[in-house]
């Protein structure tokens, strides 16, 4: 399982601001430079740095593969920096379903590759109908960080430092 396959990755993306995309059918999550109204998860760079997006389900993984398994919508990369993205569009109970698939890419992740080279690591849960920050209780981000060497965020904005 290669996270990191060209016919996955969209980008290198330089926008100071943009917006990431599932129309929640059987198409793969994507970016948009265009259309804030269509966006899941507001991604703010504001160095402009070279961030690549890599679709995960539905390219990286299909539906068919790892049956009971969850993955995540994509991962935005750049040099030092690797954040997982789970993008919904619901009103309620979502989180823990989110939480759930960030965890089981991670471990995908981990299985198929040493990410080690990245110094910012993050897993973030966004609600397009939920975009303020919510926040996590201190058990489940101590739990994040040390299981996996992530930390956790739900909100609807993606910070490139």
Known sequence: MDFFKPE????????????????QNTTRAYVDTANPAKW???????????????AIDKCVM???DEPGRGRCDGMLTTDDLLYLVEL????TN????????LESTIQFLREHHDIS????????ACNKRRQVFT???????????RDYGFRIDIQGEVSIP
């Open 135 to 145: 926040t996590i209780e201190n058990d489940l981000q101590l739990r994040f960080r």
């Open 40 to 54: 899941m998860a507001t991604v703010k760079n504001p160095s402009q740095k070279a961030v690549t997006f890599t």
């Open 117 to 124: 080279r990245f110094r910012h690591k993050k897993a973030f």
């Open 88 to 91: 919904k569009d619901q009103k």
């Open 94 to 101: 979502w989180i823990p379903q989110a939480i759930a698939q």
């Open 8 to 23: 996955c990755q969209s980008g290198p993306f330089y926008q100071a601001q943009f917006g990431l995309c599932d129309d």
């Open 62 to 64: 299909q539906d068919a």
